[in-house]
């Protein structure tokens, strides 16, 4: 059984509440908008691009989750939206918008204020965003008295609150000590605490949980399904949980090879899978109680960026590859309520794309 | 190769012989207080953080034992210890046949090091930013002298990056040009680099995406069945620990609470934290569903509650469970262990679990 043959039931309503039809009718512009993102690598061996004509918005009030293949740009697609990439890395094209207002060719002390201000970052390595020489405290406290106007004892008090928040048992002791003295998992949630510590409009959160026990992950998701509803906060969460993605977005995007190959509602996504390459990934989820020899595996690895091949980035390892995958690149087509880059579901390509809709797979 | 033929001769006179890791009353015990000065004014005693408290389990050659358990409970510190990286406050482990603790020079641990290796929690700590990756995968070959021929060396050093999925030509890259699984790929491969018997694998594919995870789990198998090698794994995906581990042992604030088969456990928990922990497993199938967290604060390894560490979450505690520790009791279940007065009073009935666990 697989997964996408299973009924999911519709999301709660107060995550349907948020999603796009009713914002968009209202006629308010998306939270976040990334329209044809370009981040490119000047290298000696030329220019490699990580990040290739990637456009998604996200709504207030909505989770956006982003799964895909390791190196497949999702952490450089969180990162150019705030204007952290690691030079030489560059955005080389295309427009960020936050809240109507174009944010990619700011000046640095602009965009390092909106990114204090109302944009919090968990980072996929926890140990680079806290220093080991400070205490947890310091670097709560610090960060808070930064963008607020609370005293030092204020911002000790909603530091330790904030510990509590994400789970840290008896946080009043915990906080005067280093990141070393945490757990892997005790660290990642410190960096949550920092992200959401000014209750910011945008959070990028880059594998927030993968180090969390599944209770502590619960907790971290309602967190942010709070932020959501009380404070309209639009999240875009990086992981490759898949059962964290069920239970939090709203819609999912898939990435491969620097590109956007589906967008759409969480459910359609998991349930109903288009893109051969989702279809596989859902198939390589392991599961309680399925007992398998081995996992299933998508054979071969994702092109290194100097070699993408021309046409479809998945050609080489997709089971229902055809010729014009080989030459021509697929653009996001729209099918049903999802968005898919695969040739499959081309109009034009009458008997193959029933094929692929019919869903032979799995 | 000579090395790896040499080593599975080892182990299969070893074979047998009974398991290959051995752990004994394992206890650590970190001094985090504060400096003398403020405890005085403060008057404040020592501050100890209890992070293992007593395990003892055993791997036998060629399997996979994994520990699961809350953030904090003591997971890395015993994966830490057995490799011998933290000395412990009590108890022992014993390496096929050797007592680490009397390993103590650098001859005498060299060779069990190479035996013996671990792949982080952290991938990117562990890979020396300043270093190629080919440097850093080969470091371990050099280091042991497996391989005097640099030729060589670059080819096994391919071998174990496409063995990875990476290309052998990553090799001449840093590791900043990685993204975070590639980074964790790097340290498998480095681990794998010197032939050794037994892996440690602290989270070794919480950062890769989950076709990625099947192909290292895939390899990690192959490579189990090939060579014979032991693992002792961690993770907190469920579903990875259902599908590789021979044995499970649950952890509940420094304490191992349940240990014993894989199937077993999974199929009939016992202890009322792992009956709990499997609950609270995320299902695509239940998309919508809200999980019911492990209810209950969680409680600290600084003040460990006394008796049974579960008692102030656990929905069957009594006064027994308040004031003493549960020793290990066989489990009714089959041939594992429990800790837990309830189990072994015979006081958790279907129709009492039923009604305090399942309540909607
Ligand atoms: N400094 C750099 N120089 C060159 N290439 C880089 C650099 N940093 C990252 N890359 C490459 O850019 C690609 C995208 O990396 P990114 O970190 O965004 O991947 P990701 O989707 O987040 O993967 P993961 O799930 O493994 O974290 C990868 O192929 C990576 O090798
Ligand atoms: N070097 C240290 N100094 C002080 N305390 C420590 C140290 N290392 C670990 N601890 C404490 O010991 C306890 C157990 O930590 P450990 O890293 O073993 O947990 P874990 O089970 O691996 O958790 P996670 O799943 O979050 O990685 C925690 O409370 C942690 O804060
Ligand atoms: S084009 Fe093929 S390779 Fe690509 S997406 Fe479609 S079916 Fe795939
Ligand atoms: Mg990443
Ligand atoms: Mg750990």
């Given at each position: 059984m697989s997964p996408s043959d299973t009924p999911i039931q519709d999301r709660a309503p107060a995550a349907q509440a948020a999603g796009q039809a009713e914002r968009s009718a209202a006629g308010k512009p998306a939270l976040l908008e990334v329209e044809k993102m370009r981040v490119e690598f000047p290298t000696r061996r030329g220019t490699l691009?990580?990040?290739?004509d990637v456009s998604f918005h996200i709504n207030e009030g909505e989770v956006l989750g982003v799964v895909g293949?390791?190196?497949?740009?999702k952490s450089m697609t969180g990162s150019a939206i705030i204007g952290?990439?690691?030079?030489?890395?560059?955005?080389?094209g295309g427009e960020v918008r936050l809240g109507g207002r174009?944010?990619?060719?700011?000046p640095y002390e602009q965009i390092r204020r909106i990114r204090g201000r109302e944009i919090g970052m968990v980072f996929q390595d926890p140990l680079t965003s806290?220093?080991?020489?400070?205490t947890v405290g310091h670097q709560l406290i610090e960060t808070i008295q930064t963008h607020t106007d609370l005293s030092e004892s204020q911002a000790r008090k909603r530091a330790i609150e904030l510990l509590a928040e994400v789970g840290i048992p008896a946080p009043d002791r915990r906080?005067?000590?280093?990141?070393?003295?945490?757990?892997g998992g005790m660290r990642q949630r410190v960096v949550i605490a920092l992200a959401l510590c000014v209750n910011p409009r945008l959070v990028i959160a880059d594998?927030?949980?993968?180090?969390?026990d599944v209770s502590i992950q619960a907790q971290i998701i309602k967190l942010l399904h709070k932020l959501c509803r009380e404070h309209g906060a639009a999240v875009m969460l990086i992981t490759h949980d898949m059962g964290v993605i069920a239970e939090t977005a709203d819609r999912v995007a898939v990435m491969y090879s620097g590109r956007i190959v589906e967008v759409g509602p969480v459910r359609e996504v998991i349930r109903n899978a288009k893109h051969p390459y989702t279809h596989g990934l859902m198939g390589s989820i392991p599961m309680v109680?399925?007992?398998?020899?081995r996992l299933t595996q998508i054979e071969g690895s994702m092109p290194r960026l100097t070699e993408?091949?021309?046409?479809?980035?998945?050609n080489p390892r997709?089971?229902?590859?055809?010729?014009?995958c080989r030459h021509e690149r697929p653009e996001l087509i729209p099918v049903e309520e999802t968005q898919v880059a695969c040739?499959?579901?081309?109009?034009?390509?009458?008997a193959t794309a029933n094929g692929g809709r019919s869903g032979s797979h799995g | 190769m000579a090395e790896v033929a040499e080593a599975i001769a080892a182990r299969e006179t070893a074979a047998?012989?009974?398991?290959l890791v051995r752990v004994k009353g394992l206890a650590k015990h970190f001094d985090?207080?504060?400096p003398l000065l403020t405890r005085v004014l403060r008057k404040e005693g020592r501050t100890l953080v209890?992070?293992?408290?007593g395990v003892s389990f055993d791997i036998p050659t060629g399997r996979t034992f994994s520990l699961v358990g809350?953030?904090?409970?003591?997971k890395s510190t015993v994966a830490r210890l057995v490799v011998g990286l933290y000395s412990p406050t009590q108890g022992e482990v014993v390496f096929d046949g050797q007592?680490?603790?009397?390993?103590?020079s650098r001859r005498q641990m060299a060779p069990v090091r190479r035996r013996l290796q671990m792949i982080f929690q952290d991938p990117f700590a562990s890979l020396?930013?300043?270093?190629r990756v080919a440097d850093i995968v080969a470091e371990p070959i050099r280091a042991h002298g497996l391989l005097d021929d640099n030729r060589a060396v670059l080819r096994r050093v391919g071998e174990l990056l496409e063995q990875v999925?990476?290309?052998?030509?990553?090799?001449?890259?840093?590791?900043?040009?990685?993204?975070g699984g590639q980074r964790q790929r790097i340290s498998i491969a480095r681990a794998l680099a010197s032939n050794p018997e037994f892996l440690v694998c602290d989270?070794?594919?919480?950062?890769?995406d989950v076709s990625v995870q099947a192909q290292i789990l895939n390899l990690m198998r192959d490579l189990q069945r090939e060579l014979g090698l032991t693992y002792l794994f961690i993770s907190h995906d469920l579903a990875v620990v259902y599908h590789i581990s021979d044995y499970v042992g649950v952890m509940y604030l420094g304490r191992l609470v349940e240990w014993g088969e894989a199937r077993d456990i999974f199929r009939k928990p016992q202890h009322p934290y792992t009956r709990m922990l499997l609950d609270a497993i995320p299902d695509l199938e239940m998309s919508g569903r809200q999980r019911i967290p492990v209810a209950g604060e969680v409680p600290s390894p600084i003040h460990p509650p006394s008796g049974c560490h579960f008692h102030p979450r656990c929905?069957?505690?009594n006064e027994r469970c308040r004031s003493e520790e549960p020793a290990p009791t066989p489990s009714p279940a089959g041939g594992g262990q429990v800790r837990c007065h309830a189990v072994e009073e015979g006081r958790l009935t279907e129709e009492v679990v039923q009604s305090e666990l399942r309540r909607d």
């Amino acid at each position: 059984m697989s997964p996408s043959d299973t009924p999911i039931q519709d999301r709660a309503p107060a995550a349907q509440a948020a999603g796009q039809a009713e914002r968009s009718a209202a006629g308010k512009p998306a939270l976040l908008e990334v329209e044809k993102m370009r981040v490119e690598f000047p290298t000696r061996r030329g220019t490699l691009v990580a990040v290739d004509d990637v456009s998604f918005h996200i709504n207030e009030g909505e989770v956006l989750g982003v799964v895909g293949e390791s190196g497949a740009g999702k952490s450089m697609t969180g990162s150019a939206i705030i204007g952290l990439l690691e030079p030489p890395g560059r955005i080389a094209g295309g427009e960020v918008r936050l809240g109507g207002r174009r944010i990619d060719n700011l000046p640095y002390e602009q965009i390092r204020r909106i990114r204090g201000r109302e944009i919090g970052m968990v980072f996929q390595d926890p140990l680079t965003s806290l220093n080991p020489l400070y205490t947890v405290g310091h670097q709560l406290i610090e960060t808070i008295q930064t963008h607020t106007d609370l005293s030092e004892s204020q911002a000790r008090k909603r530091a330790i609150e904030l510990l509590a928040e994400v789970g840290i048992p008896a946080p009043d002791r915990r906080i005067d000590q280093y990141p070393h003295q945490f757990s892997g998992g005790m660290r990642q949630r410190v960096v949550i605490a920092l992200a959401l510590c000014v209750n910011p409009r945008l959070v990028i959160a880059d594998e927030p949980t993968t180090a969390l026990d599944v209770s502590i992950q619960a907790q971290i998701i309602k967190l942010l399904h709070k932020l959501c509803r009380e404070h309209g906060a639009a999240v875009m969460l990086i992981t490759h949980d898949m059962g964290v993605i069920a239970e939090t977005a709203d819609r999912v995007a898939v990435m491969y090879s620097g590109r956007i190959v589906e967008v759409g509602p969480v459910r359609e996504v998991i349930r109903n899978a288009k893109h051969p390459y989702t279809h596989g990934l859902m198939g390589s989820i392991p599961m309680v109680g399925h007992d398998l020899d081995r996992l299933t595996q998508i054979e071969g690895s994702m092109p290194r960026l100097t070699e993408i091949p021309p046409g479809c980035p998945f050609n080489p390892r997709c089971p229902k590859v055809f010729e014009r995958c080989r030459h021509e690149r697929p653009e996001l087509i729209p099918v049903e309520e999802t968005q898919v880059a695969c040739w499959l579901y081309d109009e034009n390509e009458g008997a193959t794309a029933n094929g692929g809709r019919s869903g032979s797979h799995g | 190769m000579a090395e790896v033929a040499e080593a599975i001769a080892a182990r299969e006179t070893a074979a047998g012989s009974g398991p290959l890791v051995r752990v004994k009353g394992l206890a650590k015990h970190f001094d985090v207080s504060p400096p003398l000065l403020t405890r005085v004014l403060r008057k404040e005693g020592r501050t100890l953080v209890r992070a293992v408290d007593g395990v003892s389990f055993d791997i036998p050659t060629g399997r996979t034992f994994s520990l699961v358990g809350e953030s904090g409970c003591g997971k890395s510190t015993v994966a830490r210890l057995v490799v011998g990286l933290y000395s412990p406050t009590q108890g022992e482990v014993v390496f096929d046949g050797q007592r680490l603790a009397d390993l103590t020079s650098r001859r005498q641990m060299a060779p069990v090091r190479r035996r013996l290796q671990m792949i982080f929690q952290d991938p990117f700590a562990s890979l020396n930013p300043r270093w190629r990756v080919a440097d850093i995968v080969a470091e371990p070959i050099r280091a042991h002298g497996l391989l005097d021929d640099n030729r060589a060396v670059l080819r096994r050093v391919g071998e174990l990056l496409e063995q990875v999925r990476l290309s052998a030509r990553d090799g001449e890259k840093f590791p900043h040009e990685f993204s975070g699984g590639q980074r964790q790929r790097i340290s498998i491969a480095r681990a794998l680099a010197s032939n050794p018997e037994f892996l440690v694998c602290d989270e070794p594919t919480s950062a890769l995406d989950v076709s990625v995870q099947a192909q290292i789990l895939n390899l990690m198998r192959d490579l189990q069945r090939e060579l014979g090698l032991t693992y002792l794994f961690i993770s907190h995906d469920l579903a990875v620990v259902y599908h590789i581990s021979d044995y499970v042992g649950v952890m509940y604030l420094g304490r191992l609470v349940e240990w014993g088969e894989a199937r077993d456990i999974f199929r009939k928990p016992q202890h009322p934290y792992t009956r709990m922990l499997l609950d609270a497993i995320p299902d695509l199938e239940m998309s919508g569903r809200q999980r019911i967290p492990v209810a209950g604060e969680v409680p600290s390894p600084i003040h460990p509650p006394s008796g049974c560490h579960f008692h102030p979450r656990c929905p069957f505690a009594n006064e027994r469970c308040r004031s003493e520790e549960p020793a290990p009791t066989p489990s009714p279940a089959g041939g594992g262990q429990v800790r837990c007065h309830a189990v072994e009073e015979g006081r958790l009935t279907e129709e009492v679990v039923q009604s305090e666990l399942r309540r909607d």
